[in-house]
């Protein structure tokens, strides 16, 4: 059974990443930064997007609190944010239903 801070939190989720267009994308690029922290040219590549659109997502999850910079602004790696890391198993169930 998920707690309440759980249930809240896979909401937001849904919302953020279910509910929208870029939803998908966004979601991809969580569980590829889950495996390991990524650069937004990592990103980029490895799901077959332009920059430029990868840039923009990042910067949603930023904003939204899903993701952390970590490093320099040039080539800066984003990680999983605590909150999203501690409830890695609801991001991952979203990918499973995807």
Known sequence: MLSADSR???????IHLAGTRGGPVRLQML???????????????????????AQHHIRVLH???????????YANKYRLAE?????????????KSK
């Open 8 to 14: 809240i939190l896979k909401r937001l989720m849904g």
């Open 31 to 53: 569980l590829l930064i889950g495996k390991m922290p990524r650069n937004i040219n990592e990103l980029a590549k490895e799901l077959g997007i332009d920059y430029k659109t």
């Open 63 to 73: 904003k939204s609190g899903f993701v952390v910079p970590s490093g320099n602004k």
């Open 83 to 95: 909150i999203i890391r501690i409830n890695k198993r609801l991001l991952e169930d979203m990918g």
